[in-house]
Each structure stands twice: as C-alpha cells, then as structure tokens.
C-alpha cells in the first residue's frame, strides 16, 4: 500500500511540474477534459500544490545536484608566513608585535582581521597584500619575504564568515549556504562545498604566465571531478558572486565540450561584473575602504592598485563603448574606457599600463559562451557611481559622484553586458551587490532558481518511479 502511494505521489509531482512548465496546471489536473473554469478555491490549491511540488523536489535529501561556491574579491579568508626576508616598513609591523603561532606554523589570517581597522596596522596590511609584477616573469608575485595560501579549499568554511570571531560582521556566504540547506536540501560540505582563492591575482590573456591563477583553475577542476565522483556521478552547478563569475566563464572557455557535458550541469552567476565597474576607477585613483570603517583610503591605495584583479575590473571598452561619454572627470582632462592606459599613468601609477595593456586587456575583448546553461541573477535600481568627477585637489581626493543604474558596485550596463546561448536572466530591483547574497527576496530568487535546476533531476527520478 505504501509503495503505491508513493507512485501515485511522484507520478502527480512528475505531471504537476511538467504542467507548471507549461503554464497548464489547471489542464492537467483536470486531465485535459473539457471542464467549467476553476474556481478560486481551485486556483488556491492549484498554487499550493504547484509550491509544494518545487519544495518537496528540491528538499529531498541527496536529490540535488552538487554545488560549488566560488566567491567573489575578498570573498574568502587568506593567511600569510612571514620569513626571513620580510622586512617590515615600520616597528608596528614587527613580528615581536605580532608573535608567531608555532602550533599553527607560523600562518596567521591576513584577510580579515579587524587591526586593519586600526591605522599603524592597515600599513602592515598593505604591506603584507601587495603585489609585484616582474617583468622578467612576465609575472605577479608576493611581497619578499611573505608568503601566503588560501585556507579550507574544497569547504565554505572560509567563505562563511570573513572573520569566525567576528561572525556578525563579517558574515559573507553563510545566510546562502542556510538558504539553500533549508530550502533545497542541500547538506554543507557534502552537496555544497566551496573554492576559495587568492583573490588578488587575476587571470590573464594568451601568451602571458598567470602561475596563481591557472594553479587555481586547474584545482577548481580536480574539485568539480571529485565532487561529482563522490556523488554518483552527477554534474555540479557552478554558483559564483561577483568576481568569480569572471573566474568561471574563463574556465568553462578553458574546458572541452565533452568534459563539461560530463561534469557541469548549470551556471549560476550572482552580480557578476561582465565588463567592469566604474568604481574601480575611483579605487584606482583614490582608494576604497570598500565600506571599512576608520580606514584611510589612501592608506589601502598602493595594495588595491598593484592586485592584478582590481585592473580585470577597470571598466571593459567593449561595454562601456560611448567615446563621447566620459567616465571619469577631472578639470583638465576626461577618460572613457578608451583611455585606460592614459589614466593610470596620470594617476601616478605608470607601471600598470603595461600589464593592463598586454595582459589584462585581452581578457576583456569578449565574453565567449562557455558552452553550459547559464542564468545571471543581478540587483538593479540601486545608485551606483557612473561619473567620477575630480577638482582641483587631485586624485587623493574623494571625488563627487554622478549616479546611473546598478547593483550600488556594479552598472547595470556591466551587469547584463553577458549575451550567450542558453542564458536566463532575473533582475531584482533595490538589492545591492552584497545584499543578493543576504536579502530574504534575493535568497527566494536564488533558491527558486537552484530548485528549478534540481527539477531536472526530479522529473528524471519520476519517470523511473512510473517506469
């Protein structure tokens, strides 16, 4: 008796989804036979049915594809070694004010820790962050002397919380992952697991060395592998914020057809800057406390500058392609996007032009399907910075800004600017770029969506059950 229930229970689940696709819930709930029109009392249970069948689909535990987070620029926790050729550049950065954990091998957290907050240490901060480019590598590198790794690879557990003592505040991915656990179904570091990174190195063009970045490509694949493998052969979805989209769709572009049919289910990207952000300029120029209480822009300016991500970010000519529209404003010269390279020079900041030039221009000249359904989920109707406008005080200056449209980071413009096969797009008006990661209604979206993906996999288990 139970057995049959349970057919008849799938085989109704099976046929109620199939009609929602449709927009024929009524039709097949009345078997298609000429009936009178629902009445209100029907379209109630009609939608209660139709919401429980998306829940009951997706909170079936291990009925749902595998997930990997990858998160967006200082989206997860990095920890740096100091050694012996680290020379610190005042006493308060000395390692008698910082002692060393033997138990932890000397590796202590550099982002975040909250003495950034306090101003003799955010020196230390930029310190320890910079990055070098060697000219004769072709190639960044850290600071001498500092050596860094990404903690918990293959885990959300440093994506959850920037800071674990500081869980309020520093929260990042964690109202995500209980989204989709309460929700989908979903159980944190076995169905969800997450690819962190040196977020301060970039990819780059063909030709060019990127040693950081292409190690972390070749993990991230070695973990869509294994995750599919340790759940029965499933493909994973891909689910990244911001920067890591960037990230993503040059991986898929760097995979074959067959390994991503085999492996990769679905693409979703959260507020992923496609090609840039205006803001990024002001960084450039200014600094950005990037909300940071107390902090001193110009303090973090030098680090922010020389990261080999934050010029993946500059804004893309290809999307902001209006020569007549000038981006930033000063009173003796303007700059579009054409004029990149004539910008960081004027800012005091020669020695990217370069590499911007050579390998991080390439990288934006388009934005190639990467051969996977894909569907962008982006905040709009927020101010968001679409003209920097600069007086005679110069670039240490905050500027006065114009606002357009965006997610409050990143310009609508950027936003929609991916156009490829198979591409599905949900714009949520007044969620900001971080706040998609926490508002009630973005989280909705963000599992609605997750759940249709999952339904997939619903309708396939089914159709067995009928079989």
């Given at each position: ?190 169905t969800i697991l997450g690819a962190p990174y040196d977020f301060r190195y970039g990819l780059t063009g063909p030709g060019h060395p990127t040693r950081v970045a292409s190690q972390f490509l070749e ?249």
């Open positions: 008796m139970a057995k049959r229930v349970l057919y008849h229970h799938k085989l109704l689940i099976f046929y109620a989804f199939q009609s929602l696709h449709r927009d024929e819930i009524h039709e097949t709930l009345f078997l298609r036979k000429k009936m009178k029109k629902p009445s209100s009392r029907h379209l109630v249970v009609i939608g209660m049915l139709v919401m429980a069948t998306i829940t009951s689909m997706c909170q079936a535990i291990g009925n749902v594809y595998p997930l990997i987070m990858v998160p967006g620029n200082g989206g997860n926790q990095l920890e740096a070694r100091l050694d012996r050729d680290y020379k610190p550049t005042s006493v308060w950065c000395s390692s008698w004010l910082c002692p060393i954990r033997k138990k932890s091998g000397g590796w202590f957290r550099l982002w975040f820790d909250a003495a950034v907050l306090l101003s003799p240490f955010t020196r230390c901060f930029n310190d320890r962050m910079m990055l070098y480019y060697d000219a004769d590598l072709d190639d960044y590198q850290n600071a001498p002397g500092v050596q860094t790794r990404v903690p918990h690879f293959g885990s959300t557990k440093s994506l959850l919380y920037l800071d674990p003592r500081l869980r309020d505040a520093t929260s990042y991915m964690e109202h995500l992952v209980k989204a989709l656990e309460k929700g989908c179904g979903y159980v944190n570091d076995q993990d991230l694949k070695h973990l869509v592998e294994k995750t599919s493998s340790d759940n029965k052969g499933k493909p994973v979805i891909l689910l990244s914020h911001s920067l890591g989209g960037l990230f993503v769709l040059h991986f898929l572009n760097r995979t074959t057809p067959s390994w991503r049919h085999k492996y990769i289910k679905h693409f979703v990207a959260l507020a992923t800057p496609w090609g840039g952000t205006i803001e990024q300029m002001k960084t450039f120029a200014s600094g950005n406390t990037l909300g940071v209480p107390f902090v001193n822009p110009l303090l973090v300016r030098p680090q922010q500058r020389c990261s080999e991500s934050n010029q993946w970010l500059l804004p893309s000519p290809k999307v902001f392609h209006d020569r007549t529209k000038p981006l930033v404003v000063t009173p003796r010269v303007n700059y579009t996007a054409y004029e990149m390279d004539r910008f960081l020079a004027d800012i005091g900041f020669s020695q990217g032009v370069m590499p911007y030039k050579t390998r991080v221009l390439p990288l934006t000249e388009g934005l190639v399907s990467p051969g996977v359904p894909v569907t962008c989920i982006y905040g709009k109707g927020v101010d968001t910075p679409e003209v920097l406008v600069y007086g005679e005080g110069g670039f240490d200056e905050q500027p006065e800004i114009k606002y357009g449209d965006g997610d409050g980071t990143v310009n609508l413009a950027s936003l929609a600017a991916l156009e490829v096969e198979s591409l599905k797009t949900v714009e949520l008006g007044g969620v900001s770029h971080t706040s998609i990661l926490k508002d009630e209604i973005a989280l909705k979206e963000i599992v609605k969506q997750i759940s249709i993906i999952n339904s997939g996999l619903s309708n396939v288990n089914a159709m067995r059950a009928v079989d």
